[in-house]
């Protein structure tokens, strides 16, 4: 991406307040929000201080927060049916510990949790480890360097060290292995294939030792599975926002600019949204759920189509406007107003969807009709502008980026009413209309 990383990092703040908001439903009877936000910041501060790229920090900081109040929960005793803890450590945690906790976490199932961390971690996995475990099945495409960090530590049942750089304080109570395994940076993929098989093995003999034969499967596990499907959806939201704001910013450029590059942020979109797919087929096939959660996870699956769906959208506005395309004076400043409505809406849903709010959820829904009335009014400055000789060519790619916002401002609306659907059971709050569902 063409963007610095002083523009992406200034966008954050209320990303991370999001992420605080989100975390407060999980865990606000356990935590203070004060204490929740620490977290948040502090997670933040660890992992961007690092990062090549910023834009999946936030997604990032959402996972590692929640591991480390989960874990700060268990140091207290709060929580009082969790599974035991592996917790893999090495020096970078961009490779090896990362495969073995990818290959316990399979062996474990349910019966136990497993964690990775690095004593003075890299900035991205090692593209060589990626690839090894993705020739299984198990992708760490979602996963990233993280530090070792005192609750995390605290909460592991069992410490495995994987090379000779960790360095790690022995704490009572703990049980600990050492691995010692090689350096395998300068023997490519091959050697990354040899360790997974070593570490298949390894792990599948620790499992056998240390975890019960029969099954856990607890209420908790199945909350965890929710909040990391509806994390999972959280970041496909501050994606779509990321390439919103992007949007917005093209369009109002004045100087020559060109749009900001967004096709690597949609790629992650729908990576994410076939992983939201498959957990949610996952999660109905395997676990049986209740009518309540039922409903969560196929809102939660519809929530990330039709953010999918706006990122799509925004793409087509995003690649006519390369071409600076300027019909009247009018239609340009009516087609930023969209995109900020767009922009806007899309937020509001992340309000909405959070907290469960059937007012922030009909709010979204009324200010459609703005986005209707400026559509129009696009359509009324394209009529005028054809009268003047504007070229069809120009016009057409006008109106096509109006449509394209229109249509993103309905999904959404969709949204909003999955949020209802959510609340409520209904589609819409009671006494209120709704568009119908956005097209698929």
């Known amino acids: 991406m063409s963007g610095d990383a002083t523009s992406e990092e200034a966008q954050h703040p209320l990303l991370l307040q999001g992420i605080v908001q989100r975390l407060e439903r999980d865990f606000g009877d356990d935590f203070t929000h004060e204490t929740i936000e620490h977290y948040v910041e502090d997670s933040y501060r660890h992992l961007a201080s690092r990062a090549k790229i910023l834009t999946h920090i936030p997604a990032f900081v959402d996972r590692f927060s929640r591991q480390r109040l989960r874990a700060l929960a268990k140091n207290r ?7 035991a803890v592996v917790l893999f450590v090495c020096e970078r945690n961009d490779a090896v510990s990362q495969m073995a906790a990818s290959l316990f976490a399979r062996e474990a199932g349910d019966r136990a949790e497993a964690h990775s ?62 691995w010692n395994l090689p350096d395998l940076r300068d023997e490519g993929i091959d050697g990354y294939r040899r360790m997974r098989d070593e570490l298949t093995t390894r792990v599948a003999e620790l499992a056998q030792e240390i975890l019960p034969a029969a099954p856990l499967r607890t209420h908790r596990g199945f909350d965890r599975d929710l909040a990391d499907l509806e994390a999972r959806v959280a970041t496909v939201h501050d994606l779509v926002i990321d390439i919103g704001r992007r949007v917005v910013a093209g369009l109002m450029a004045t100087d020559g600019e060109t749009m900001t590059p967004i096709a690597e942020t949609e790629e992650r979109v729908d990576q994410l949204d076939h992983e939201i797919a498959s957990k949610v087929v996952e999660l109905i096939a395997l676990r049986q759920p209740v009518a309540v959660d039922l409903r969560q996870i196929l809102v939660m699956g519809r929530v990330s189509h039709h953010l999918e769906r706006i990122a799509d959208y925004l793409v087509v506005v995003a690649t006519i406007a390369e071409d600076r395309l300027e019909a009247t004076k009018e239609a340009p400043t009516h087609l930023v107003e969209m995109a900020q409505r767009v922009l806007a809406m899309t937020v509001n849903t992340v309000q909405a969807l959070n907290g469960r709010d059937i007012e922030a959820a009909n709010a979204v829904i009324d200010s459609d009709d703005e986005l209707d009335a400026l559509h129009t009014l696009v359509f009324e400055a ?21 449509r394209s916002l229109e249509r993103a401002g309905d999904h959404a609306v969709s949204i909003a009413e999955e949020t209802l659907f959510l609340t409520t059971g209904k589609r819409n709050a009671p006494g209120g209309l709704t568009k119908p569902v956005a097209d698929a």
């Open 77 to 83: 005793g709060t929580i009082d049916d969790h599974p």
């Open 117 to 178: 961390a690095g004593s003075s971690p890299a900035g991205e996995l090692l593209d060589e480890a990626v690839l090894a475990m993705h020739e299984l099945d198990l992708e760490l495409l979602g996963d990233f360097p993280k530090p070792l960090t005192v609750e995390v530590e605290a909460a592991a049942d069992v410490i495995v060290t994987l090379d000779a750089h960790d360095d790690i304080a022995v704490l009572d109570g703990k049980q600990y292995r050492a």
């Open 382 to 402: 394209l009529v005028a502008a054809e009268h003047k000789g504007t070229s069809r060519l120009e016009l057409l790619a006008i109106d096509r980026i109006s």
